[in-house]
């Protein structure tokens, strides 16, 4: 329902991936977000990549909802780092088509220098 109703709407595209429920909290549970106290699971959201591994988490209480566009953001960021292998980072706010950056040792403490923080807020 919440795929059929809520989240395709809010994109306006189709979800590539199934959508799931987790009844029992089994899921919840391995995460650490489920709730013992009330029986319910935090709204939690993990990225996890083609190996396994979680690259991004946010943990969120029941009465916040979470951001799909800002997932779908953090999702591109991580496949260009993954695809780049390590030759780009993005900085905060990065969109598609914005300018990343280079890592390593001359970057540290001088993002400023390359990178103006007016680009994550542009549309």
Known sequence: MWNDHELSKMINRDIPF???SDQDGSIGK???IYDEDSGVETRGRFIIDPDGIIQGFEV???????NVKESIRQIQAFQLVRASEGTEA???GW???KQT???GPDL???VWKV???SEAFEE
Do not use: D
Request: net charge positive; proline share 18%; glycine share 14%.
């Open 90 to 92: 993005t900085p905060s």
């Open 115 to 117: 990178w103006k923080v």
């Open 95 to 97: 969109r598609p088509g």
């Open 18 to 20: 199934a959508m799931l």
């Open 108 to 110: 540290v403490g001088n």
């Open 30 to 32: 391995m995460y650490g």
């Open 60 to 66: 969120l209480t029941p009465p916040v909802g979470r």
């Open 101 to 103: 950056l280079k890592p």
